[in-house]
């Protein structure tokens, strides 16, 4: 009898087995997953204290885990996210992926979201279809020499640069224009130290109006997100621009951002960014 439960670390151990199963395109870099270490790494740090986690056990053994969270959004109130879904192949033709969104969905009513959105690489978009979950939109990524970015220049908006943290900020907890969930989880990165970057935070007369995370991704490129607060959304190019153009100081060749195809206008009526359509697929549901 299948066991849905909160993760614990003990059980990064099994997952390590699920994870070269379905996870065999990711850390390429690396060769794959091949510890358990690889794996607990995933389920720590500051972006992750955000995170609720489930796992599916059957006979002693986890065969699947969830990973999913709430963020504020200043126009439909809670979204909830699911960062990912992960059931162990030789498992992928019974319930658990649906026992697992189920009880993912049950504890994000009871902290009252609306809608959930999960982002899908196209093989795994039947299974969505299954659970009710349809596609909207799709994803673009964006990518631009910082030589090239025009930063609108304004004494309105003051920038400050946040020093070293040890816990996400409240401040990043809430998605507007960026693409939900994209903020807290390149912050994550920078707090705990995973890619070298900086947060940052905008304020028109003392109230806060943007915020923006930049982080170095290699010797060449670097990736940024940028958001704007109901308040901010006439300012939402002095944000992006800044947060963009503050990756030249590291001198690389391009700085990046992933966002939903509704807000492609506004980045391109700012700058003439190289965009590509994103192989992924946004998908969600009305709770």
Same mark, same amino acid.
């Given at each position: 009898?299948?066991?849905?439960r909160q993760g614990m670390m003990k059980d990064c151990t099994d997952l390590l087995e699920v994870y070269q199963g379905t996870r065999w395109f990711y850390r390429? #870099?690396?060769?794959?997953?091949?510890?358990?270490?690889?794996?607990?790494?995933?389920h720590r740090g500051a972006a992750f204290e955000r995170w609720g986690w489930l796992v599916a056990e059957d006979k002693e053994r986890v065969v699947g885990e969830i990973v999913f969270r709430s963020e504020?959004?200043?126009?439909?109130?809670k979204v909830g996210i699911i960062r990912n879904l992960d059931v162990d192949v030789r498992s992928q033709k019974s319930t658990i992926g649906t026992k697992l969104t189920n009880a993912a969905e049950a504890v994000l009513r009871k902290r009252k979201v609306v809608r959930v959105i999960a982002t899908t690489p196209p093989a795994s978009y039947n299974y969505w279809m299954k659970v009710k979950y349809f596609a909207r939109g799709s994803i673009i990524n964006l990518k631009l020499s910082p030589d090239k970015l025009q930063e609108k220049s304004?004494?309105?908006?003051?920038?400050?640069?946040?020093? #070293?943290?040890?816990k996400l900020p409240t401040t990043l907890k809430f998605s507007h224009i960026a693409y939900p969930g994209a903020l807290a989880e390149l912050a994550g990165d920078v707090i705990d130290e995973r890619?070298?970057? #900086?947060?940052?935070?905008?304020?028109?007369?003392d109230r806060l109006i943007g915020v923006g995370v930049v982080a170095k991704q290699d010797a060449k490129s670097a990736r940024f997100v940028a958001d704007v607060t109901k308040r901010g959304l006439e300012y939402v190019d002095v944000?992006?621009?800044?947060?963009?153009k503050t990756a030249a100081s590291w001198k690389v060749k391009t700085v990046q951002t992933?966002?939903?195809?509704?807000?492609l206008a506004l980045y391109m009526s700012l700058n003439k960014w190289s965009s590509e359509l994103s192989t992924d697929i946004p998908v969600t549901r009305l709770l």
């Amino acid at each position: 009898m299948v066991t849905i439960r909160q993760g614990m670390m003990k059980d990064c151990t099994d997952l390590l087995e699920v994870y070269q199963g379905t996870r065999w395109f990711y850390r390429m #870099k690396e060769g794959g997953y091949k510890t358990v270490e690889q794996v607990k790494e995933e389920h720590r740090g500051a972006a992750f204290e955000r995170w609720g986690w489930l796992v599916a056990e059957d006979k002693e053994r986890v065969v699947g885990e969830i990973v999913f969270r709430s963020e504020k959004t200043p126009s439909t109130g809670k979204v909830g996210i699911i960062r990912n879904l992960d059931v162990d192949v030789r498992s992928q033709k019974s319930t658990i992926g649906t026992k697992l969104t189920n009880a993912a969905e049950a504890v994000l009513r009871k902290r009252k979201v609306v809608r959930v959105i999960a982002t899908t690489p196209p093989a795994s978009y039947n299974y969505w279809m299954k659970v009710k979950y349809f596609a909207r939109g799709s994803i673009i990524n964006l990518k631009l020499s910082p030589d090239k970015l025009q930063e609108k220049s304004t004494t309105a908006v003051r920038t400050v640069k946040l020093g #070293k943290q040890r816990k996400l900020p409240t401040t990043l907890k809430f998605s507007h224009i960026a693409y939900p969930g994209a903020l807290a989880e390149l912050a994550g990165d920078v707090i705990d130290e995973r890619l070298d970057g #900086k947060l940052l935070e905008y304020y028109s007369k003392d109230r806060l109006i943007g915020v923006g995370v930049v982080a170095k991704q290699d010797a060449k490129s670097a990736r940024f997100v940028a958001d704007v607060t109901k308040r901010g959304l006439e300012y939402v190019d002095v944000v992006i621009s800044r947060t963009a153009k503050t990756a030249a100081s590291w001198k690389v060749k391009t700085v990046q951002t992933t966002i939903s195809k509704d807000h492609l206008a506004l980045y391109m009526s700012l700058n003439k960014w190289s965009s590509e359509l994103s192989t992924d697929i946004p998908v969600t549901r009305l709770l």
